[in-house]
């Protein structure tokens, strides 16, 4: 069996957001970590996912949204496990003069956003209205990281306040991923 590890950015999913309506329909799936929401520092969730990951040896198909996206390039430039794929909606550009915002804790996160190819098949979803990024942001991501690029539309930054609370595309990304389709 495959389990599906939820990694969520840097605040806490909504209940209508869609991470949150997956959880609940899905009692199997697993946040990494666990409460997920704030504050999000970079190596307190690498190290959370990677405890979740190390608890079990059965392989994981990690659905990440927004900082999450980063939580796992960094973690698997860090790391080894069981991972067997990747769903990684909307990640943030972080670019070297990237500096935290106001609401963000000093060490949120340090560093560049490793660009290495991801040891892992993984699909990038790229949002046509992201503030967080541009579609050519994304496709350097998905390049990069050798993942597939699935492009949403408009569809903000895919969270709550972008109107996405269900998401039947993701949920037929995910299949696909689970199914190695």
């Known amino acids: 069996m495959t ?3 939820l ?4 605040g806490e999913p909504r209940p209508e957001h869609w991470l ?5 329909a899905n009692p199997h799936h697993t946040w990494a970590p666990e409460p997920p929401g704030p504050p999000y520092r970079v190596d307190e969730r690498v190290a959370a996912l990677h405890a979740v990951l190390s608890a079990a040896e059965e392989p994981a198909v990690l659905v ?3 900082a999450g996206c980063l939580t796992v390039a960094v973690w698997a430039s860090r790391h080894t496990g069981p991972v ?3 769903l ?8 070297p003069d990237w500096r935290p915002g106001p609401d963000d804790p000093p060490d949120s996160f340090v560093g560049e956003v490793p660009r290495a190819r991801l040891p892992f098949r993984s699909i ?3 949002s046509r209205t992201d503030p967080y990024a541009t579609v ?3 496709h350097g991501y998905a390049r990069d990281w050798g993942a597939e690029l699935y492009d949403a539309g408009e569809a903000g930054h895919l969270d709550a306040a972008s109107g996405y609370g269900p998401w039947p595309a993701g949920e037929r990304l995910l299949r696909r991923l689970l199914d190695g389709s």
């Open 84 to 86: 067997r794929a990747a």
């Open 20 to 24: 949150r309506r997956w959880s609940a």
């Open 136 to 138: 050519e942001q994304f």
């Open 124 to 126: 990038v979803v790229a």
């Open 88 to 95: 990684l909606v909307t990640p943030p550009y972080v670019g």
């Open 64 to 66: 990440a949204h927004s």
């Open 7 to 10: 990694v969520p950015g840097r």
């Open 3 to 5: 389990r599906v590890l």
